[in-house]
T-cell receptor, first 112, second 112 residues
Framework: DAMVIQNPRYQVTQFGKPVTLSCSQT?????MYWYQQKSSQAPKLLFH???????NEADTPDNFQSRRPNTSFCFLDIRSPGLGDAAMYLC???????????FGPGTRLLVL | AQRVTQPEKLLSVFKGAPVELKCNYS??????LFWYVQYSRQRLQLLLR??SRESIKGFTADLNKGETSFHLKKPFAQEEDSAMYYC??????????????FGQGTILTVHP
């Protein structure tokens, strides 16, 4: 089945230690999104890619970076995680012109 | 700026009772609206979109432009409907096309 895959499902890192979360998709969608979702809150968009064009949200901290080496893969890099960055990180995809987004299962990040 | 408001953080009903999850929006154009659902330990997924005018799992939602509302309704709630529900509004146009603005979510609990 075509889908959005996120690895790992759980990630533990240390305060200040860089961490990378990954997302892959078999839907061949040209738009990919990264969201941060804290407990009992709505997903908050960090950035998105339309093909290789990167679009950062104005309030996304510089600590968060992203890479999209090809259509199928997208990475979220947190350069120096703080305790406040502990959250669920959701990847989603969509096809340009169709607003429906398809979400991955998320990666829960714990910062010690 | 566009905005989505879900006034109820928590909603509890008994099995078989009608349920209505409220959503109000602020948008200057002709909106396309969605309801997403997140069941326990599952990924966020699309429940329905207003343009489809369909009923999914017994749920319907009608866009009321006069009241700027898109309430989600089901005449007879089931225990398996217990989940977090998000109302969402996509941006239209420009590089933000498809970017979703989520409401804060409503946790629905259906008691036996």
């Amino acid at each position: 089945d075509a889908m959005v895959i996120q690895n790992p499902r759980y990630q533990v890192t240390q305060f200040g230690k860089p961490v990378t979360l990954s997302c892959s998709q078999t839907l061949n969608h040209n738009v990919m999104y990264w969201y941060q979702q804290k407990s009992s809150q709505a997903p908050k968009l960090l950035f998105h890619y339309y093909d290789k064009d990167f679009n950062n949200e104005a309030d996304t901290p510089d600590n968060f970076q992203s890479r999209r080496p090809n259509t199928s893969f997208c990475f979220l890099d947190i350069r120096s995680p703080g305790l406040g960055d502990a959250a669920m990180y959701l990847c989603a995809t969509s096809r340009w012109g169709q607003e429906t987004q398809y979400f991955g299962p998320g990666t829960r990040l714990l910062v010690l | 700026a566009q905005r989505v408001t879900q006034p109820e953080k928590l909603l509890s009903v008994f099995k078989g009772a009608p349920v209505e999850l409220k959503c109000n929006y602020s948008y200057s154009g002709s909106p396309e609206l969605f309801w997403y659902v997140q069941y326990s330990r599952q990924r966020l997924q699309l429940l329905l979109r207003h343009i489809s005018r369909e009923s999914i799992k017994g749920f319907t939602a009608d866009l009321n432009k006069g009241e700027t509302s898109f309430h989600l309704k089901k005449p007879f709630a089931q225990e398996e409907d217990s989940a977090m529900y998000y109302c969402a509004l996509p941006n239209a146009g420009g590089t933000s096309y498809g970017k979703l603005t989520f409401g804060q979510g409503t946790i629905l609990t259906v008691h036996p």
